[in-house]
């Protein structure tokens, strides 16, 4: 089946973040953008996709689609099931240009818009299509960040918002449909709440903009991530809940703590202030230094959230079951992924330590194809690896290519003797690693027979596997010499 299309206009930092999405995620891509630097800008985004998106998985993404530059609308969105539209915020370019895609664009697309500030019906107006128009607000770097705001109309086709919500899972985001259309949708009204007291705060000399963004991202920041506001202050509230937190709290809100019913003046001075201050705190880094900064921040903040499913995490556990897992007619492959920037040290060659890691990824995944899953876990029962040996043979790096077969040496009784090799991404043998576990009765803490289920699929895989012989390696100690 061919791949599916999307058609960008508007390569910006919002359009590029969409092009890296679709594209990493197998859709071909078309980019529209008159802008002349728009290729070497996209391309800058995408190297940053690359680096960092593949870090969320332990599975490979789906190979990236084709990436196009067009100087005619018309032959960028041809053939497209998606338009977004990215251009600045001036409401009557978003109608000459929304009015120019329908136009061209297929009549099964979605259109898209990635405003930040407009409703949809602002959108729609004058549209000779406004039933295939549709808000979806995305958050930067929209490849790495789950959350698109999904607003539509009273006009907007109920299909067409189904299935955008469709779409967007499959690329591994959030969709939150917003009920009622209204300026700014949700967050970035959150947002300006916020951004109208910090102005006040650095204004009247409370703070600096670093200061104020510790406050942030030292504090409540981290909270948010996996927690949001209402379900923080429910934990507040203590064993009594919500309604005691909103009973000892509520009466503050009568408090004259804010001023964000009065604005201030948005003076040049007041401009050069912040502007100035906030040099001081970051000019030490480029704006491309600043992203990948951020970018590393939260590949680990959100596979952290991913190990237990909270907040992004959740969003990641659940893209990642929808990846293809390899298929192979030879030895099986029990890991295939890209190596995170986390797994490497200072120069960017991978961790000794991440080899083990990665090698016990491949024993949990063949664990699971024998039967001894969660559930068989759960039922009481498990292996337990009782010794391992590495040999560490060539370098791996950031971004690299790791795949692992898993040869069984041995699979009678209470032993299972795995040979797992570690491949990089140009097929060189970069280490090996033997692994004997044992099977364990989680009850008694001790050696037990697995159950006849698994025990049956694992003298079939050792019974295959014995016909390719001891792999070279299999069964030496430290110190032992060539």
């Known amino acids: 089946m061919s791949a599916r299309k999307a058609c960008i206009v ?63 609308l018309a032959s960028a969105v041809a053939g497209a099931d998606w338009v977004q539209e990215s251009v600045p915020e001036r409401l009557e370019l978003k109608h000459k ?13 979605i259109i898209g818009s990635s405003t930040s500030g407009f409703k949809p019906s602002d959108l729609q107006d004058g549209m000779a299509h406004p039933d295939r128009i549709i808000v979806a607000h995305p958050f930067n770097p929209v490849y790495l960040l789950p959350l698109v705001e999904l607003v539509p109309s009273p006009a907007t086709a109920s299909a067409i918002t189904e299935l955008a919500q469709d779409v967007l899972t499959s690329l591994g985001m959030k969709p939150l449909v917003v009920r009622q259309e209204i300026d700014a949708h949700i967050a970035d009204r959150l947002l300006e709440a916020v951004w109208r007291e910090s102005l006040w705060l650095i204004k ?122 390899p298929q192979t007619d030879e030895l099986p492959v029990t890991v295939s992924r890209q190596i995170p920037q986390s797994w490497t040290d200072y120069n960017g060659h991978m961790n000794e330590a991440h080899y083990l890691e990665a090698a016990a990824q491949a024993s949990d995944r063949f664990m699971e194809m024998i039967g001894a899953d969660a559930d068989y876990i759960a039922g009481g029962q498990s292996y337990f690896t009782a010794e391992n040996h590495i040999r560490y043979l060539s370098e791996l790096m950031a971004g690299d290519q790791l795949t692992i077969t898993t040869q069984v040496l041995r699979g009678e009784g209470k032993k299972m003797h795995l040979f797992h090799r570690l491949f990089g991404g140009d097929g060189t043998l970069a280490a090996t690693a033997e692994s004997l576990l044992l099977h364990i009765d989680l009850a008694t803490r001790s050696t037990s027979l697995p159950s006849k289920e698994v025990e049956d699929r694992l003298v079939t895989y050792a019974k295959a596997h014995a016909a390719l012989g001891t792999p070279e390696g299999a069964g030496r100690y430290v110190g032992q010499r060539p």
Request: hydrophobic share 40%; net charge negative.
């Open 10 to 72: 508007g390569g910006g930092v919002i359009g590029g973040g969409w092009a890296a999405r679709f594209l990493m995620n197998g859709w071909d891509v078309a980019v529209f953008d008159p802008d002349p630097e728009a290729k070497r800008k996209i391309g800058e985004v995408l190297e940053n996709a690359r680096r960092s998106l593949p870090g969320l998985y332990d599975r490979a993404l789906p190979g990236e689609g084709e990436l196009s530059f067009h100087n005619d």
């Open 97 to 109: 240009t929304i009015s120019r895609i329908l136009d061209a664009a297929p009549e099964t697309a």
């Open 204 to 325: 009247d000399g409370i703070c600096t903009t670093e200061e104020l963004d510790d406050a942030i991202r030292f504090g409540f920041g981290l909270r948010w991530a996996q927690m949001g506001l209402f379900e923080i202050y429910r934990v507040a509230g203590g064993e009594a809940g919500m309604k005691h937190f909103m009973a000892q709290f509520g009466p503050a809100l009568e408090w004259e703590w804010t001023k964000l019913m009065d604005v201030p003046e948005f003076t040049d001075d007041l401009v050069d202030l912040i502007a100035g201050q906030s040099d001081a705190q970051s000019g030490h880094m480029s704006i491309r230094e600043l992203e990948r900064l951020r970018d590393d921040n939260l590949v680990a903040m959100m596979r952290a959230l991913k190990h237990n499913g909270s907040g992004a995490g959740g969003t990641i556990r659940d893209h990642e079951a929808r990846l293809a897992e």
